[in-house]
């Protein structure tokens, strides 16, 4: 027997079971379309952390890109200290600043970067952290910033009228359409406080006026772009250059930017002047340049080993050559064969004589006795004239020409009993090394020795008759015009006279020979003095489109 509902209808179970469906799928549907939500956030959220990574990326390069047009810019010796551009679809702006020889001094006062709201402007201001404040970022809705920053660069507009900050209490002035970096010292490890303010907020907190940049640091150097900047054999330069991408920023910045001096070779040789060979038991610890195709003969080779090079080889030649197959040189830090074509002649002696701690005509002696030297010369009436070593300094020898006589600038050189010092030796003609060329500590065996000796002359540098069997020459030798040989190598008279120690290394235009395999003259030993690739002798001359920097940050 069946039981029927009074009201005709469906028993309650049913109908509450349906109802409970019902708002399990409602509830999982809106579950649904929470986690869709959250998942196309998070989807969105990590597309925009890839495309901030990307831009920040192409923001570095962009600054590294910067970087390195400065300093080929300097190395062109073009005007100007600021180098800009837009390159992929971004920007970068990079200046010059030539490295203070003396500490900061006190930097404070104010600077209006827009006068009459101009777009003609630069500005960058780097955080010590390595962030970056961009002209980009003065616009209305920037509220400005209060802190320590490391380096500030700006160029007020053409139309600005100047102003001045002040620069050690006195007045210093910001000319309009002039570039300028205010940077740290950060030797003195005092920070510098900037204020980057807009002189009319409205009550929305919109910036509708011109923007300021007020300056305090106790300690900080200013340079211009009306400084001179150019790439001076002694200068050090720090470059800093900001690259920007789709509101990414990245800096870098470049220490210690200087040319390279002409030091960093043991060896290096534009022509020959004979076919001269490299033999068994040859070392070269530096660098090594030639012009001329490599020939290695196997002369000792079997008592010696092979010639071996411990760091760069490069020539301007397709190949090498090997007098027989027994013949392998050794390259540790391999060999470039079809290398670039290097000048010697760059090297300006009118840089060398402005530089001249002392400068003397016509022929002259110079002997070397720990921190003095005896100087003999004609003309200035000197024998035997015993004086200090010029420290960090250089000597001149000229020549005096006149109607009636030349004397030419010649010395001949000598430090039997050891030079202690650092000097340069700078000849317009001919250097003679008549005896043993020492320092008083020798760096092979102490090294802390801080002895070095540059040997510079126009033309040729020569070992004469004078100077002994198993001649030490410790210094490092350029030959512009001519080259580095032994006077009467080829003697069977003379015959063989032992080995000649080049400790510190060889520029010379020509290759001129200082022994045979015949046995006649000297057998080489030429050791590279791997002080002089970072610290060459002083005022030495420096390669014209070659850096090298202290540090690189970024």
Same mark, same amino acid.
């Given at each position: 027997?069946?039981?029927?509902?009074?009201?005709?209808?469906?028993?309650?179970?049913?109908?509450?079971?349906?109802?409970?469906?019902?708002?399990?799928?409602?509830?999982?549907?809106?579950?649904?379309?929470?986690?869709?939500?959250?998942?196309?956030?998070?989807?969105?959220?990590?597309?925009?952390?890839?495309?901030?990574?990307?831009?920040?990326?192409?923001?570095?390069?962009?600054?590294?890109?910067?970087?390195?047009?400065?300093?080929?810019?300097?190395?062109?010796?073009?005007?100007?200290?600021?180098?800009?551009?837009?390159?992929?679809?971004?920007?970068?702006?990079?200046?010059?600043?030539?490295?203070?020889?003396?500490?900061?001094?006190?930097?404070?006062?104010?600077?209006?970067?827009?006068?009459?709201?101009?777009?003609?402007?630069?500005?960058?201001?780097?955080?010590?952290?390595?962030?970056?404040?961009?002209?980009?970022?003065?616009?209305?809705?920037?509220?400005?910033?209060?802190?320590?920053?490391?380096?500030?660069?700006?160029?007020?507009?053409?139309?600005?009228?100047?102003?001045?900050?002040?620069?050690?209490?006195?007045?210093?002035?910001?000319?309009?359409?002039?570039?300028?970096?205010?940077?740290?010292?950060?030797?003195?490890?005092?920070?510098?406080?900037?204020?980057?303010?807009?002189?009319?907020?409205?009550?929305?907190?919109?910036?509708?006026?011109?923007?300021?940049?007020?300056?305090?640091?106790?300690?900080?150097?200013?340079?211009?772009?009306?400084?001179?900047?150019?790439?001076?054999?002694?200068?050090?330069?720090?470059?800093?250059?900001?690259?920007?991408?789709?509101?990414?920023?990245?800096?870098?910045?470049?220490?210690?930017?200087?040319?390279?001096?002409?030091?960093?070779?043991?060896?290096?040789?534009?022509?020959?002047?004979?076919?001269?060979?490299?033999?068994?038991?040859?070392?070269?610890?530096?660098?090594?340049?030639?012009?001329?195709?490599?020939?290695?003969?196997?002369?000792?080779?079997?008592?010696?080993?092979?010639?071996?090079?411990?760091?760069?080889?490069?020539?301007?030649?397709?190949?090498?050559?090997?007098?027989?197959?027994?013949?392998?040189?050794?390259?540790?830090?391999?060999?470039?064969?079809?290398?670039?074509?290097?000048?010697?002649?760059?090297?300006?002696?009118?840089?060398?004589?402005?530089?001249?701690?002392?400068?003397?005509?016509?022929?002259?002696?110079?002997?070397?006795?720990?921190?003095?030297?005896?100087?003999?010369?004609?003309?200035?009436?000197?024998?035997?004239?015993?004086?200090?070593?010029?420290?960090?300094?250089?000597?001149?020898?000229?020549?005096?020409?006149?109607?009636?006589?030349?004397?030419?600038?010649?010395?001949?050189? $000598?430090?039997?009993? #050891?030079?202690? &010092?650092? @000097?340069?030796?700078?000849?317009?003609?001919?250097?003679? +090394?008549? =005896?043993? !060329?020492?320092?008083?500590?020798?760096?092979?065996?102490?090294?802390?020795?801080?002895?070095?000796?540059?040997?510079?002359?126009?033309?040729?540098?020569?070992?004469?008759?004078?100077?002994?069997?198993?001649?030490?020459?410790?210094?490092?030798?350029?030959?512009?015009?001519?080259?580095?040989?032994?006077?009467?190598?080829? $003697?069977?008279?003379? #015959?063989?006279? &032992?080995? @000649?120690?080049?400790?510190?290394?060889?520029?010379?235009? +020509?290759? =001129?020979? !200082?022994?045979?395999?015949?046995?006649?003259?000297?057998?080489?030993?030429?050791?590279?003095?791997?002080?002089?690739?970072?610290?060459?002798?002083?005022?030495?001359?420096?390669?014209?489109?070659?850096?090298?920097?202290?540090?690189?940050?970024?």
């Amino acid at each position: 027997m069946s039981t029927r509902n009074p009201a005709g209808g469906q028993r309650p179970g049913r109908q509450s079971r349906e109802g409970a469906a019902l708002l399990t799928v409602m509830v999982l549907a809106f579950l649904s379309a929470m986690l869709v939500g959250i998942a196309a956030m998070a989807a969105s959220s990590h597309m925009r952390r890839i495309r901030s990574t990307i831009a920040m990326e192409r923001a570095f390069f962009l600054a590294e890109a910067g970087a390195e047009r400065a300093a080929s810019h300097l190395a062109a010796a073009r005007e100007g200290s600021t180098v800009s551009g837009t390159l992929g679809g971004g920007t970068f702006i990079a200046t010059i600043a030539m490295d203070p020889s003396e500490g900061g001094k006190i930097v404070q006062g104010s600077v209006p970067l827009n006068p009459g709201l101009s777009d003609d402007f630069e500005f960058f201001a780097i955080l010590p952290e390595g962030g970056v404040i961009a002209r980009s970022d003065l616009r209305s809705t920037y509220g400005g910033f209060e802190g320590e920053v490391k380096h500030v660069h700006l160029r007020r507009p053409a139309s600005a009228n100047p102003t001045n900050i002040s620069l050690g209490g006195i007045p210093y002035a910001i000319n309009p359409n002039e570039s300028y970096d205010i940077r740290m010292d950060e030797d003195a490890g005092q920070p510098m406080d900037v204020t980057i303010r807009n002189d009319n907020v409205d009550a929305q907190g919109q910036a509708r006026g011109q923007w300021h940049i007020d300056v305090h640091a106790p300690a900080a150097h200013i340079g211009s772009s009306e400084d001179a900047i150019y790439a001076h054999r002694r200068s050090y330069f720090t470059i800093v250059s900001v690259g920007e991408f789709q509101g990414g920023r990245r800096a870098v910045s470049i220490r210690g930017l200087h040319l390279e001096s002409w030091a960093k070779y043991a060896f290096w040789y534009d022509t020959e002047s004979l076919q001269l060979w490299m033999v068994g038991g040859e070392y070269f610890l530096g660098p090594v340049y030639a012009n001329p195709q490599m020939r290695f003969h196997s002369h000792q080779v079997a008592q010696l080993g092979q010639t071996r090079f411990f760091d760069h080889a490069a020539t301007t030649r397709s190949s090498i050559h090997r007098q027989t197959s027994s013949v392998n040189p050794i390259f540790d830090r391999g060999l470039v064969l079809n290398a670039p074509r290097q000048d010697i002649a760059d090297i300006d002696f009118g840089d060398l004589r402005d530089d001249a701690s002392l400068e003397l005509e016509g022929p002259t002696t110079v002997v070397l006795e720990g921190e003095m030297m005896r100087v003999t010369n004609s003309l200035a009436g000197w024998t035997n004239h015993l004086m200090a070593v010029p420290q960090d300094g250089l000597v001149y020898v000229r020549t005096r020409s006149s109607s009636w006589s030349t004397q030419h600038g010649d010395v001949n050189i $000598s430090a039997p009993a #050891g030079f202690d &010092g650092r @000097l340069t030796i700078a000849a317009e003609r001919d250097i003679r +090394v008549v =005896n043993h !060329v020492r320092y008083a500590n020798d760096p092979r065996t102490n090294e802390n020795s801080e002895n070095a000796l540059g040997l510079v002359a126009g033309n040729h540098v020569v070992v004469t008759p004078a100077a002994p069997n198993n001649l030490e020459i410790f210094a490092h030798i350029i030959a512009r015009d001519g080259g580095f040989g032994v006077q009467n190598w080829y $003697s069977q008279t003379v #015959g063989p006279r &032992g080995t @000649l120690l080049v400790h510190g290394g060889i520029v010379n235009s +020509v290759r =001129n020979a !200082v022994g045979s395999t015949a046995g006649t003259g000297y057998f080489k030993n030429y050791v590279y003095d791997q002080r002089f690739g970072t610290n060459p002798p002083p005022r030495y001359p420096r390669i014209l489109d070659q850096f090298r920097w202290l540090g690189w940050d970024g």
